[in-house]
């Protein structure tokens, strides 16, 4: 599967962004999809994570509450909305597919998108 992650961008703190990864595939509707983040200097660290079905989702403590991923499936698109932005989310954002279909919880993720800056100014 081929994953195409946009939408990143620069805000002042207390913004919002909302990321996009999108798949060409249609059996991406099969697959959990997580999103990862990796600051500079730091080891990349799960941010979220949506079940095949959108039915389960799992968030990293630090975006609970702050953070909702959806998923259409019409338009084979995984979303990540971030609100209350802090300038610690700042990172490269990586979304991700596991491995196994209509696996969760997630246990092994395969193909990973490019990546999507934020930038999030004090």
């Known amino acids: 599967v081929q994953l195409q992650a946009f939408g990143g961008g620069s805000v002042e703190a207390g913004g919002s962004l909302r990321l996009s990864c999108a798949a060409s595939e249609r059996t991406f509707s099969l697959y959990t999809v997580g999103w990862f983040r990796q600051a500079p200097g730091k080891e990349r660290e799960f941010v979220a994570a949506?079940?095949?079905?959108?039915?389960?989702?799992d968030y990293a403590d630090s975006v609970k509450g702050r953070s909702t991923i959806s998923r259409d499936i019409s338009k084979n698109t995984v979303y990540l909305q971030m609100d209350s932005l802090k300038p610690e989310d700042t990172a490269v954002y990586y979304c991700?597919?596991?491995?196994?279909?209509?696996?969760?919880?997630?246990?092994?993720?395969?193909?990973w998108g490019q990546g999507t800056q934020v930038t999030v100014s004090s």
């Open positions: 991700a597919v596991e491995k196994i279909a209509t696996r969760w919880p997630p246990s092994q993720y395969g193909s």
């Open positions: 949506i079940s095949w079905s959108g039915a389960s989702s």
